[in-house]
């Protein structure tokens, strides 16, 4: 059996999501924990978080994942969205700890022409400030693959294995990855070969044991194509074979999986998940 699951949303209240999570036939989901297109979040109050912690708690879901909003940018070479951005992690990583959520997925960021290797020091930087600001939280934070847009941080294994090495603690920190992007940065998905070569690799350069999430998306962009555009499961580039084949993967097998898919007249989440199970023989 697979554990799949969704992106879910937080509008009402936070505490909501878990009941729309069961609804989607989730076994496992993941919420913005706060507006993702803002840099303000409003303060969780007492009675919000126990309501979440106590509605987890009766669903028998989880893992639950926060994901960080989309506007900070860790590798952002402009110091006042840099430390707009360092603050944001920290800040996130305290609402996890409140929220009773174990794994935040951060986005690495664009370094917006100052180059990679001065991109991989700003983030390295600014995780190991936001830990040392937080101390030990509980959460671990994981990092996702990038799909190689212009100026990304993270995109190729290698560079998500130089940042990892990077951080002061190991033990806190993980890897999430990616299909779509990992489609659009060049990694061929499509075949039982292509997928333990990826596998393989993260193995040698970080550890197997570094992966706790598999965000399964398709892809509406070709093979190496740098585009971050995600597509329902089968109906992209990575197509249903090759999301078999995923999920014929052990190493990806055991993981939560969590969907980042459209929501439109096409398919829904619950859609989703249930081509997901049925690709996965389950």
Known sequence: ????????????????????????????????????????????????????????????????????????????PDDAIYERSAAALAEELRRCALLGIPYLVTHL???????????????????????????????MLLL?????????????????????????????????????????????????EGIDAVVAEIDELIGADSLHLIHLNDSKGDLGSGLDRHEHIGLGSIGEEGFREILRNPQIRRLPLICETPVDARRDDAGNIAKIRELAGN
């Not at 912690?53 to 860790?74: E, I, K, T």
């Not at 996702?144 to 995109?155: F, L, Q």
């Open 1 to 76: 059996m697979v554990r799949v699951g969704c992106h879910i949303s937080i509008a009402g209240s936070i505490d909501r999501a878990v009941d729309r999570a069961r609804d989607a036939g989730c076994d496992t989901f993941q919420i913005f924990s706060r507006n993702p297109r803002g840099w303000r979040a409003r303060d969780l109050d007492a009675e919000v978080i126990e309501a979440f912690r106590a509605a987890v708690r009766s669903s028998g879901l989880g893992p639950v994942f926060d994901h960080m909003p989309y506007l900070p940018n860790l590798a952002s």
């Open 109 to 139: 960021g664009h370094h917006r022409g100052a180059g990679i290797e001065e991109g991989r020091k700003r983030v390295i930087a600014a995780i190991n400030r936001a830990f040392d600001e937080t101390g030990d939280t509980g959460v």
């Open 144 to 192: 996702e693959n990038s799909a190689g847009e212009k100026n990304s941080v993270g995109t190729r294994i290698e560079d998500l294995a130089l940042i990892y090495d990077g951080l002061d603690d190991r033990g806190e920190f993980g890897i999430c990855f990616d299909t779509c992007h990992a489609f659009g940065a060049g990694y061929d998905l499509r075949t039982a």
